[in-house]
């Protein structure tokens, strides 16, 4: 959890390989796309861009096409270009990325999975219900398998898809996803985690809207409690990096 640590360690490794190295050397291309991680954590996410183009364009000369550090590229440009509403352009390097890595990887690897997730929630940014969903329960079930049931990243997955569901009108569906990813996230992480709070809160809308007020209200007390708490102690770790870091 300490990202302002982490910088200025992935800040000393880029400057010493690029005194060491030619600057367009695959190396420098890691160290670079390692401290753009760290800064879209701290939510620099137009200095994150800048190095992941940096990046991108070190990789697609030194790499082939179809190489899958060019599509962890273009997956951890498109986040950022998101987080930016930069939509379009961030939709294109999914789908770039996700060719690559259906060919390279093969469709049950859990990077296809990450990328399928990203065109999800962009998807659902969009409007564009039923595709976020098909998306989405591809990524779930990709994950579930390769990664099992009671994975973070199979929480994430739910908690995405909820979303959704709920956002069609299906609250008593999206009741049960956010059911079963607490179930996980108190598991893998404590019943006091903040992202156990979040998770809180998503099911407490999703009871709010099958009336069930007195059930919700409790979930959003136990919420605040967590949240207070998490206030308290220093940041955790990020559960799921938004960004891949490498070599």
């Known amino acids: ?147 099992g049931p009671k994975n973070p990243d199979v929480a994430a997955s739910l908690e995405h898809l909820a979303f959704v569901r709920q956002a069609q009108g299906k609250a008593s569906e999206a009741q049960k996803l956010l059911e079963r990813a607490l179930a996980v996230e108190e598991a893998a992480r404590g019943p006091n985690h903040a992202h156990v709070g979040k998770v809180l809160r998503l099911l407490a809308s999703a009871l709010q809207e099958q009336n069930d007020g007195k059930g919700a209200g409790k979930l959003l007390e136990r919420a605040v409690a967590i949240e207070r708490l998490s206030a308290s102690k220093p940041a955790p770790a990020a559960s799921t990096s938004p960004a891949a870091a490498r070599r």
Request: net charge positive.
């Open 1 to 147: 959890g300490d990202v302002a640590g982490a910088r200025r360690l992935f800040e000393r490794a880029l400057a010493i390989r690029r005194k060491g190295l030619p600057p367009d050397h695959p190396l420098v291309a890691g160290a670079l796309n390692n401290l753009a991680l760290a800064l879209q954590l701290q939510g620099d996410f137009e200095g994150a861009r800048r190095l992941l183009e940096q990046t991108l364009a070190i990789d697609q000369k030194a790499l082939p096409s179809d190489h899958p550090d060019l599509a962890s590229d273009r997956n951890n440009l498109g986040v950022v270009l998101q987080k930016l509403g930069r939509r379009e352009a961030a939709r294109k390097l999914y789908e770039e990325a996700l060719a690559v890595r259906l060919a390279k990887l093969g469709p049950k690897d859990p990077k296809v999975a990450t990328t399928l997730c990203n065109l999800g929630t962009l998807s659902s940014e969009d409007g564009k219900l039923p595709q976020a969903e098909d998306y989405l329960r591809r990524a779930l079930a990709i994950r579930e398998e390769a990664l």
